[in-house]
């Protein structure tokens, strides 16, 4: 049997049902008319496509729909909605799903609509495999669009201190733990303090940005760092959070001892017109970052300066 | 293995979701509508169930986030998964369609041992007690699926500890050939929860098996015993449990520290009492 795209069904009517049959040969189809099940599987084990029946229970369908577009993890899951005739004209801006069809469409067309939103998704990811994060074409186009539009927006450079160390203590694989609950620290904060007017980026490796209003942008920083430090002891082992720093070796033999892998973030308020290109914005930003780095522990500093 | 106990391991594979009692989820559900309300605040009530506690720390330590069986506390889990993921989990949550009365009386049972579990790790000063309390609200969970998933065996095991006046333990050992420890084990592990937290559901009856987190696994042991020896909830049997010498010999309690818990336990359960009274009130 040739390889299927898995899509999940959430849905109720005898129609879907044949419908299901029908998709078969195409889908590896995972159904279900129970919301929580259908919660359970997505978030657990996420399909590559969502088919959800709004008749199953209108307001269920709303709030999923909300829930999973505003995952980080679930962002580039496309969602379609089935609707009936009557329910059709409605406001797509709260219910942002990838697509509709409608209630007993033919199901040649039902079925190139999922492939197809399989296909627009691939178009637009850039994002970084490892966190779901957008990645660098698209933190450069929005710093470069709050720059062209002038906005009281403060770009803050993210990134962990000791964090090779960390990685040769205990692997690779521990390190991208890491980087990933960082990650999903900083799509929340960002998620829960600024909503819509927040975003995150993965640059790579070690390094994040995030953007916000520049009147939240201290506040925000707070937050990672307190988030951060309490989920830290999470990842490491319970003998050296008992001696509480890593001892390693140096190369001329000599035993040190190093701290925890720590956040340093370095702010730069856009201010108005003060750049006009983005590749400013992180000249400035790595001046920050020597001076919040010499620090100890998990800082931010934010550029007070003037011009 | 028994073919009942590989008739439960995949009955446990398969289960979708255990349901909870319905005024936690209306408070919840409440808390949640209320935009001042905080994740804090959402925290503090989810921990009060520990089949909430249990599905939100399933998701986050599931292998699809990528940090299997690093996360064991909910405050943790919330910072993680985020607010709206949590939200979700709540308004999806199932709860039991008819409730009875022993349902409640395991509820209370477990959470008199997540506050017990926590006042001995602050005591003996262990590094992170919530992960303890965590613990200690999980540990009887494989009651829980024996009550929702195996109800016709749970009346088998209810029959003889009547008829025969033994433990319950005893008699699932007599029925099932292990016992709700294993049980939660099983299942524990099928959510990837951290060791730091399978140890003591698997082992709270049976210390010395416990391998790397023994201090943990002895606190939940002892705390076990306070709860039943003050007769807060019911875990199944109207006794004792008999204290594991290993676990004592793990905790090295002296009576002072008993002498300071004890009053402090009191004023945990006087708080208790009031909360389980409103949910009952909720209910009626």
């Known amino acids: 049997m040739k390889w299927r795209n898995k899509l999940f069904i959430l849905a109720r009517s005898e129609w879907v049902k044949e419908l299901t049959s029908f998709l078969k040969d195409e889908f590896f189809i995972e159904f279900s008319d129970i919301p929580e099940k259908a919660v359970e599987k997505v978030l657990n084990n996420p399909p590559e496509l969502l088919l959800i029946e709004e008749a199953l229970s209108?307001?269920?369908?709303?709030?999923?729909?909300?829930?999973?577009?505003?995952?980080?993890?679930?962002?580039?899951?496309?969602?379609?909605?089935?609707?009936?005739?009557?329910?059709?004209?409605?406001?797509?801006?709260?219910?942002?799903?990838?697509?509709?069809?409608?209630?007993?469409?033919?199901?040649?067309?039902?079925?190139?609509?999922?492939?197809?939103?399989?296909?627009?998704?691939?178009?637009?990811?850039?994002?970084?495999?490892?966190?779901?994060?957008?990645?660098?074409?698209?933190?450069?186009?929005?710093?470069?669009?709050?720059?062209?539009?002038?906005?009281?927006?403060?770009?803050?450079?993210?990134?962990?201190?000791?964090?090779?160390?960390?990685?040769?203590?205990?692997?690779?694989?521990?390190?991208?733990?890491?980087?990933?609950?960082?990650?999903?620290?900083?799509?929340?904060?960002?998620?829960?303090?600024?909503?819509?007017?927040?975003?995150?980026?993965?640059?790579?490796?070690?390094?994040?940005?995030f953007i916000c209003p520049e009147d939240l942008v201290e506040e925000v920083c707070q937050e990672i760092i307190e988030e951060y430090e309490r989920i830290l002891p999470n990842f490491i082992d319970p003998e050296d959070l008992e001696r509480g720093y890593f001892i390693a070796r140096t190369r001329q033999g000599k035993i040190e001892k190093i701290p925890f892998p720590s956040l340093s973030i370095a702010v730069v308020p856009l201010r108005g017109g003060r750049f006009k290109h983005y590749g400013e914005v992180s000249a400035v930003a790595s001046e920050l970052k020597k001076i919040v780095k010499a620090k100890k522990g998990s800082n931010y500093l934010i550029d007070r300066r003037k011009n | 293995m028994s073919e009942l106990k590989k008739q439960i391991k995949k009955r446990l594979k398969n289960l979708q979701s255990l349901p909870t009692l319905p005024p936690?989820?209306?408070?919840?559900?409440?808390?949640?509508?209320?935009?001042?309300?905080?994740?804090?605040?959402?925290?503090?009530?989810?921990?009060?169930?520990?089949?909430?506690?249990?599905?939100?720390?399933?998701?986050?330590?599931?292998?699809?986030?990528?940090?299997?069986?690093?996360?064991?506390?909910?405050?943790?889990?919330?910072?993680?998964?985020?607010?709206?993921?949590?939200?979700?989990?709540?308004?999806?949550?199932?709860?039991?369609?008819?409730?009875?009365?022993?349902?409640?009386?395991?509820?209370?049972?477990?959470?008199?041992?997540?506050?017990?579990?926590?006042?001995?790790?602050?005591?003996?000063?262990?590094?992170?007690?919530?992960?303890?309390?965590?613990?200690?609200?999980?540990?009887?969970?494989?009651?829980?699926?024996?009550?929702?998933?195996?109800?016709?065996?749970?009346?088998?095991?209810?029959?003889?500890?009547?008829?025969?006046?033994?433990?319950?333990?005893?008699?699932?050992?007599?029925?099932?050939?292990f016992d709700h420890g294993e049980i939660g084990r099983l299942l524990a592990n099928q959510w990837n929860l951290p060791e730091r937290l399978v140890e003591p559901i698997a082992y709270h009856h049976a210390v010395e098996k416990a391998r790397k987190f023994k201090k943990e696994t002895a606190i939940v042991h002892f705390a076990d015993i306070m709860v039943r020896a003050v007769g807060y909830g019911s875990g199944g049997d109207p006794w004792v449990p008999p204290l594991n010498d290993k676990a004592w010999k793990i905790l090295r309690l002296t009576e002072e520290d008993i002498f300071e818990l004890i009053p402090a336990f009191d004023e945990k359960l006087i708080e208790l009492r009031l909360f389980t009274l409103e949910m009952q009130n909720e209910m009626a």
């Open chain 1, 58 to 209: 209108p307001e269920m369908a709303k709030n999923l729909v909300l829930a999973f577009k505003k995952d980080l993890h679930l962002t580039f899951l496309p969602i379609l909605l089935i609707v009936s005739q009557q329910e059709l004209n409605k406001d797509w801006e709260k219910l942002p799903v990838d697509d509709f069809v409608l209630e007993k469409a033919n199901p040649e067309e039902i079925k190139s609509r999922l492939k197809l939103a399989l296909v627009r998704v691939k178009c637009s990811a850039d994002a970084n495999p490892l966190t779901g994060l957008p990645g660098n074409t698209s933190i450069l186009r929005t710093i470069q669009e709050k720059i062209d539009r002038k906005e009281k927006v403060a770009v803050a450079y993210v990134d962990i201190d000791q964090f090779k160390p960390f990685n040769d203590r205990y692997g690779f694989a521990r390190g991208d733990e890491i980087l990933r609950a960082l990650a999903r620290i900083l799509s929340n904060v960002l998620g829960l303090k600024c909503r819509e007017e927040g975003f995150v980026g993965h640059i790579g490796g070690d390094d994040f940005v």
């Open chain 2, 24 to 177: 936690i989820v209306g408070q919840l559900t409440k808390l949640i509508a209320d935009e001042r309300s905080t994740a804090q605040q959402v925290a503090a009530l989810i921990e009060k169930d520990q089949v909430l506690t249990g599905k939100v720390l399933k998701m986050v330590n599931s292998a699809f986030y990528g940090f299997p069986r690093r996360i064991s506390t909910v405050s943790n889990a919330i910072v993680l998964l985020g607010f709206n993921v949590v939200r979700t989990l709540v308004i999806t949550a199932s709860i039991f369609e008819t409730m009875q009365a022993q349902d409640l009386k395991l509820w209370e049972h477990s959470l008199g041992t997540a506050a017990a579990a926590g006042l001995l790790a602050t005591k003996l000063e262990l590094k992170n007690p919530e992960e303890v309390t965590t613990a200690g609200l999980l540990h009887d969970i494989g009651k829980v699926v024996l009550r929702t998933e195996f109800p016709e065996i749970l009346k088998q095991i209810e029959k003889t500890v009547q008829e025969k006046g033994i433990y319950f333990r005893e008699a699932e050992q007599e029925i099932l050939d």
